[in-house]
Structures are given as structure tokens and as C-alpha cells.
């Protein structure tokens, strides 16, 4: 299995694991490039690191970010690599353990879920904000905030009545603009 590979399959993982936002190797102000990354409710952020080799994983360890855990991102943090690659007691405090296996991400050892720091809050704003610049960019000439009112324009083109299949931004849910009742 390559890392490309291993990438796509923590993107998926990250998706049924139920974060709405998921972005895969973006980098950040820190100089970490995430393989991969999503968002649930309430900020709350997974971050999942692929490796593909012992020497990747070990290497991984000397990084930055790796040395002073709170320049790192993500609430929940977790390496995903083949199964038996590494152990369990080799991961840095906690970490989590996701395995391949045949085709599947089994959850070896969870994660901690309070791991980001309030400067590993600042670098994940700074990658969804870099990201978003990418995106606002690529759809000029309107702005990103234009873009994102184009269902509106579908009603207007569709004499007030959106398409089949289109909900409007209402009735559009959107857990990251839910209260956070655990506060």
C-alpha cells in the first residue's frame, strides 16, 4: 500500500468517523502538513497521520511539532499504518492506533480527545483560513461569500422555487453552526 493510498483511506475513515470538514495534506503555519484532518461539532478536530514504513513512523517522532506536543493540531490524534507496524506502547502520550487490515481501519488503541492546545487551536485556524483562500481563489471572480449564496441565485434562475434535490440553506443542516450544548 503507498501513502497516497493510506491517505484516501484515512479521508474515508475520517468521514464515517462523522467530521463534516475533512482536509488531507494542507500545511499550516507550524510547518505540520496533516495527511489528513476533519472536524465534528464544536471545533472538535481529528487529526490522522499515515505511515507506510517503520522508518517514516520513527522519523515522525523527531518533528517540531511531534517534540513539543502543543504545537501540534488536532483534539484527537491518531497514526494510521499497517497492521503491526507499530505498538502500542511505542506512541507518543495519547495517541491513538489505527490499523489496516485487509482492505479495513480497525481502531487499535483510541486516542486521547483533549489533546490540542490553544496554539494548536491557532494553527488549525490557520490552515482552514489558508484553505479557504485556496477555494475563494479558484472561484473568482465572485467572492467566496457570493459563491456561497449560490443556491439564492438557483431560486432566482428557477423563479423562485430551488431545483428538485436542493434544500435550502434553512433547512440545510449544518452541524458547525449547531450550539455546543456541552458547554
Known sequence: MTHAQLVEKAVHWLRRYRCGVVL????CASGEMPDAIGWKRACHSVLVECKVTRSDFLADRAKPFRLKAEQGVGCERFYLVPAGLVRRE?????????????GRIE???P??????????FQYEMNLLLAS???VEVRVEPQSITDFLKWKNRMAE?????L?????SAEEERNVFLEPDLTL
Open 24 to 27: 488531507s495534506e494542507q500545511a
Open 90 to 102: 511505542e506512541l507518543p502520550q495519547g495517541w491513538g492506533l489505527l490499523e489496516h487490515h485487509r
Open 107 to 109: 481502531t487499535a488503541h
Open 111 to 120: 486516542s486521547a480527545r483533549n489533546l490540542r492546545s490553544a496554539k494548536g
Open 132 to 134: 479557504l483562500r485556496r
Open 157 to 161: 434562475y428557477n423563479r423562485g422555487t
Open 163 to 167: 431545483p428538485e434535490g436542493l434544500a
